[in-house]
């Protein structure tokens, strides 16, 4: 009952704040969206729609009240919003009928949420703010069923985390991805954080949050992190500039975790090696090879859950019989955007994934000239690690229009707005051939676009 | 246990954060000014716009 009140005070908090500061009501849906207070409310927050409203007051603050500084438009946003609005087409013709728009409900709303961050983060401490709100909202998951991992060792299948079922958080291999996707995220706020005081203890509490994230992914029994982890220790690596010291760390960490996993952990994990001998990872070849002959025949996808209309043979394994599946999920990222979405849908992904990782090294690249812009090199180069974590762990769990990923599309977004308006401010102003042609107009003039009257009266406010 | 404490300290500390970037956004300038160490290595290295 308390906890639930709590939720309540927070929640209403975060709504009437927005009211004057537009921002914390985006910070509040990344709370609704992550979090999920709903979930774990017995009272009113359980029966009330709280991301719809959140969502609400998030648009509808920033539309009155907050539309400065926009990021200027890039390929990635574009693309986005096409991708909304492909997967809007295809859920129109699904060949899993009406079900599908179960699906396109929550997706559509990350696609197009994920696009709108931009506009509203635009600062430092705003950016910050998102960074340390997700990474938050997500331990609130990961630090109960972390700390139950040590205390008492985890399984496949078990549910340890806040949320109950199959679905969302409560799925193993989306839990382990966000888990290990927010690793780079959590060491990066502890040697830049500006919110939280400059306390000798906040580093460590950073990295106890990581440990913990760490302690639920392999807690989850799912193979994708085992994976996930090789390639988080490899990429921190190459972007570390202490490499002989995180070396050792990761050397540690990984004999440490194979040292407590018990023999259940081990053999789970061996089965990667040989895929036929396990009946539930050869399926997965064999859902892959169904969908490859199902875009063959549907290459505009089939829409949202078109999965359901899958039939696989398999084959024999130890005591269960040669049967027929029916409606097994694509178990793969791609492979689910490839089946849903189809040739067209795949390209944008993969487009948006590309231009994301590429647009990440680049903004890391330039802020290195500046030693002031080092919280930038730091926050791309996290948020390249939490995405190499997914498109590696994703490969093998279908987690595509998750919000976690979207998250860290929209970072980068808000990370390339922040350097663009940097620039900005130190490049001398040159004005362009027409404007200098052109007569001098006042600001109240009807010849004036409406981009430059704004831009003038942001001028004039902001000293 | 775990869980009630998982959900308060972080709904606490969420809020407390929140609640401290609205104090620092509103006096803090919203954007650094880049300096590159090796002068103006941009793109174009002037940035053609109207005058601000």
């Not at chain 1, 306390?199 to 392999?218: D, S």
């Not at chain 1, 024999?316 to 089946?339: C, D, I, K, N, W």
């Not at chain 1, 977004?413 to 663009?420: D, E, Q």
Request: charged share 15%; net charge positive; aromatic share 12%.
């Amino acid at each position: 009952m308390l906890r639930s009140l709590l939720m309540l005070v927070v929640y209403l908090s975060f709504l009437g704040v927005s009211m004057a500061v537009p921002y914390a009501a985006t910070l509040g849906y990344v709370w609704v969206d992550i979090f999920q207070p709903q979930s774990a409310a017995y009272v009113l927050l359980n029966t009330l729609p709280v991301a719809m409203i959140m969502g609400g007051a998030a648009f509808g603050t920033y539309i009155l009240m907050d539309r400065r500084s926009p990021p200027p438009m890039t390929l990635i946003l574009v693309l986005q919003l096409m991708f909304a609005a492909w997967i809007t087409l295809t859920t129109i013709y699904a060949v899993a009928g009406p079900v599908a728009w179960d699906k396109w409900n929550w997706a559509f709303k990350t696609l197009v949420f994920s696009a709108f961050v931009p506009f509203v983060i635009r600062s430092r401490v705003q950016i910050e703010a998102l960074v340390q709100v997700y990474t938050l909202s997500l331990a609130a998951n990961f630090i109960p069923f972390g700390a139950k991992v040590l205390l008492s060792g985890g399984g496949y299948g078990i549910g340890l985390g806040l949320q109950s079922g199959n679905s969302g958080l409560a799925e193993g291999g989306l839990l382990s991805t966000a888990c290990l996707m927010v690793v780079p995220w959590l060491l990066h706020l502890a040697n830049h954080t500006r919110l939280v005081p400059k306390w000798k203890v906040v580093p460590f509490a950073y990295w106890g949050l990581a440990g913990l994230a760490i302690a639920t992914a392999v807690g989850t029994y799912e193979r994708s992190a085992l994976i996930g982890m090789g390639v988080l220790a490899v990429h921190s690596w190459l972007r570390a500039k202490k490499k002989m010291l995180l070396g050792v760390v990761i050397v540690c960490v990984g004999l440490g975790i194979a040292y407590k996993a018990s023999s259940g952990y081990a053999a789970r994990m061996s089965t990667i090696e040989d895929y036929s001998s396990e009946g539930s990872a050869y399926v997965r070849i064999l859902i892959w090879k169904w969908t490859l002959g199902f875009v063959a025949s549907h290459p505009a996808g089939g829409g949202f859950q078109a999965y359901v209309t899958s039939v696989i043979d398999v084959p024999q394994f130890g005591a269960s019989p040669a049967h027929e599946e029916f409606g097994r999920a694509y178990h793969s990222s791609y492979f689910e955007v490839l089946g849903e979405q189809g040739i067209p849908g795949m390209a944008m992904f993969l487009g948006i994934a590309g231009l994301v990782l590429f647009r990440l090294r680049r903004i890391a690249r330039e802020a290195k000239q500046d030693p002031e812009f080092a919280w930038v090199v730091s926050l791309a180069n996290a948020t390249e690690g939490g995405l190499a974590v997914f498109f590696s762990s994703g490969a093998f769990v279908s987690i595509s229009f998750q919000p976690m990923l979207w998250y860290f599309v929209a970072v980068p977004v808000c990370l390339n707005a922040y350097m663009w308006h940097a620039r900005r401010q130190a490049a001398p102003v040159v004005p362009r051939w027409r404007s200098a042609a052109a007569p001098q107009i006042d600001d109240s003039s009807p010849l004036m676009s409406w981009r430059d009257r704004r831009d003038a009266t942001v001028r004039r406010t902001i000293p | 246990m775990l869980d009630l404490f998982g959900i308060s300290f972080t709904t606490i500390v969420v809020f407390l954060l929140v609640m401290r970037s609205i104090g620092m956004d509103r006096v803090e300038p919203w954007f650094q000014t880049f300096k590159p160490r090796d002068g103006a290595k941009q793109s174009g290295s002037k940035i053609w716009q109207r005058g601000r």
